[in-house]
């Protein structure tokens, strides 16, 4: 318990910034620069990826509360857990597609909000059987779920398969009970890797055609 104390004040920072950074709507945006999409722009708006990770570190801030007997601490959080998950799901959920947009792209439906989305609980049973569905018939190659369903106009993001977020995925899926599709996925993805030289390490991302970027 003498860690968890310690990790508590943190965590309060932590989440007590991204309450201020949330819009009128109920969202975090993602600012100006870059994220993990380095070559890409997402724009500066609340992308999918951002506020379900945020939703998903809320809920473990509410376990930790919960932990260190802290109940009205824990309750505030998971609160602001369920208030993001809807704000989310206003925002964010295009229904004509079944899956979620990328932020301020709206015709760009990513891997990693979709994933990420399904993994931490905001997407409904309903909209996570759309959103698993979508990345399947339009992201997914022999190699692994590329990054989305449109370009960015971006070398490493485009038609690339980012392992890293091909993980949430499987998540996803497990945990939809999408066990035959997880480990489909896995198989094209890691399997992939294997039998490609040098067969004996993991790759940092690959091409749709399973080989490295030129």
Do not use: C
């Not at 965590?11 to 993602?30: H, M, P, T």
């Not at 997402?42 to 998903?56: D, F, I």
């Amino acid at each position: 318990l003498g860690t968890l104390r310690d990790l508590m004040p943190r965590v309060q920072s932590a989440l007590a910034w991204a309450e201020r950074a949330r819009r009128s709507d109920g969202l975090l945006v993602k600012g100006s620069g870059i994220d993990w999409y380095w070559t890409a722009s997402r724009g500066s708006g609340p992308t999918t990826a951002l506020n379900a990770l945020y939703a998903g570190s809320l809920d473990s801030a509410a376990d930790l509360a919960d932990a260190l007997s802290l109940p009205d601490q824990r309750d505030r959080y998971a609160r602001q857990a369920a208030d993001l998950r809807a704000a989310i799901n206003a925002g964010l959920w295009d229904a004509d597609a079944g899956a979620y947009v990328d932020g301020d792209l709206r015709d760009h439906h990513p891997l990693d909000g979709n994933a990420l989305a399904v993994r931490f609980g905001v997407a409904s049973d309903d909209q996570a059987t759309q959103a698993l569905a979508f990345v399947r018939a339009n992201l997914w190659t022999a190699a692994g779920s590329v990054a989305a369903d449109r370009p960015y106009g971006a070398w490493a993001q485009d038609g690339a398969v980012w392992p890293a977020y091909v993980y949430p995925e499987l998540e996803a899926r497990f945990s939809h009970g999408d066990d035959a599709g997880a480990l489909e996925l896995l198989r094209r993805t890691w399997g992939g890797m294997l039998a490609h030289d040098p067969s004996s390490t993991f790759w940092e991302y690959a091409m749709q055609d399973g080989t490295i970027h030129d």
